[in-house]
């Protein structure tokens, strides 16, 4: 079977409408773009019309919807026009945007799709990005949420929701999500909320443009709108949005995912582990530990790094430590509760970085690295067994015998430590 190909829209397509949150005027042009591109918005109300990429790197808000920025630039509420885009198998298109946030239209996902449709698709000779989970990828942030990826043919999403109000509670429902399936199953599903947070949410700038024309509206009695579209008609909506946030991978994900109670800022979380995973399953290992311990002086239990997989020489390098119950540092740092020492991650950083030098030393069995000055040292998780830190850094200066890098540890994608370190390269 030929590997899919790369599509754009075949001519423009326009929508008007307003913004759910901000209730101003907006306006949304979808646009034909070369091969390789991906999904980019461009503010065209703003000079120079700056563009905003549509990838996971640029989430920076996923509170009552999931909004993009590059700079000072953002565009709120993308869900509903990605999750068209993906469903539809667009791979590379122009959204032009007049205004901060997409048009909602009705609350649902339809209005995109059909302008989709009205402006066509073309393949290009380029082959689409496919992504399928090698093992399965699972993912609990808490409160009763979790997400598990496994390998599959198409996408599948098997969804549970659960919400203390009678007229939606629990529901569960299965879901292929191709051109086909999505456009009866989950397109018209639309965007809901509750009447007893109106005030608070319009309090904070939220949901000003919100009513019964573009969302379900529930109050202690049940629906406010003339009725649901589907009895589970909140459920689908989810799983929409869920396709949607999917679709800041920029990769067409071949998958069954199973979620319970799915969220904005769960479902990005739930796509950086699923990339991540991915990442690490490709690389191949430059550097074993026997290589390491030819060029690095640390010996067991003070050596931080098993392996490289990953070295752009004179710029960039990526170690992997593999954390395990039986590391020594477990049996006395908080032995109830284990959790990776801090300084050890610091130190797992500065390691990987003293391998980064190692084309720099020349001799490098007569040279050794010694760390002047850490700055700017953050750590943002703890580190617990079972996790693999994925440690990157990069060098930012170098003059003669002194360098500045910069490191990050990392654990299904989310950053649990970074610093900056000055060095010095000394003989023995």
């Known amino acids: 079977m030929s590997a899919p190909r790369q599509r754009t829209v075949a001519r423009a397509a326009t929508l008007e409408g307003v913004g759910l949150h901000c209730g101003e005027p907006a306006s949304l042009t979808f646009g034909p773009a070369p091969a390789g591109t991906g999904i980019r918005f461009r503010r065209v109300d703003l000079?120079?019309?700056p563009e905003v990429p549509a990838t996971l790197d640029h989430v920076v808000d996923t509170v009552r919807g999931t909004t993009l920025a590059a700079g000072d630039?953002?565009?709120r509420t993308v869900e509903h026009v990605l999750a068209a885009v993906a469903a539809l198998r667009i791979d590379n298109v122009y959204i032009d945007v007049s205004g901060p946030e997409v048009p909602v239209r009705d609350?649902?996902?339809?209005?995109?799709v059909s302008a989709l449709d009205q402006a066509g698709a073309i393949e290009s000779d380029a082959e689409a990005r496919v992504l399928t989970p090698r093992t399965p990828v699972s993912f609990c942030p808490g409160g009763g949420q979790s997400y598990v990826a496994t390998s599959a043919e198409g996408l599948r999403i098997s969804a549970t929701i659960d919400f203390e109000h009678a007229a939606i509670g629990r529901q569960f429902g299965s879901f292929p999500v191709d051109p086909d399936r999505f456009r009866v199953d989950l397109a018209p599903a639309r965007t809901f909320g509750f009447k007893a947070d109106a005030e608070a949410l319009r309090?904070?700038?939220l949901a000003l443009g919100a009513s019964l024309e573009n969302a379900v509206v529930l109050d202690e009695r049940g629906v406010m709108n003339d009725g649901v579209r589907f009895r589970d008609e909140f459920l689908r909506h989810k799983v929409g949005d869920l396709v949607g946030d999917l679709a800041l991978m920029g990769v067409r994900l071949h998958a069954h995912l199973v979620v319970e109670r799915p969220s904005h800022e769960g479902n990005v979380k739930f796509a950086k582990a699923i990339m991540e995973q991915d990442r690490q399953a490709s690389r191949e290992t430059l550097m074993d530990v026997t290589r390491i311990m030819e060029v690095l002086p640390h010996r067991?239990?003070?050596?931080?790094?098993d392996r490289i997989v990953e070295v752009v020489e004179g710029e960039r390098i990526v170690g992997i430590k593999n954390v395990t119950i039986n590391e020594p540092f477990f049996q006395g740092h908080?032995?109830?509760h284990p959790i990776m020492p801090g300084v050890l991650i610091v130190e797992a950083m500065a390691q990987t970085g003293g391998l980064l030098l190692m084309d720099k030393l020349g001799d490098a069995e007569n040279k050794v690295v010694y760390f002047m000055t850490?700055?700017?040292v953050k750590f943002r998780r703890p580190v617990t067994p079972g996790d693999t830190l994925v440690i990157e850094v990069e060098l930012l200066q170098a003059r003669r015998?002194?360098?500045r890098m910069k490191g990050r540890a990392l654990v299904d994608g989310a950053v649990a430590a970074e610093a900056e370190f000055k060095a010095r390269i000394m003989d023995k």
């Open 203 to 205: 309090a904070r700038g």
């Open 401 to 403: 015998d002194v360098v």
């Open 300 to 305: 067991y239990p003070m050596l931080m790094v």
């Open 107 to 112: 609350g649902s996902f339809a209005d995109f």
């Open 334 to 336: 908080y032995p109830g």
């Open 374 to 376: 850490m700055d700017d």
């Open 47 to 49: 000079e120079g019309c």
């Open 73 to 75: 630039v953002r565009i």
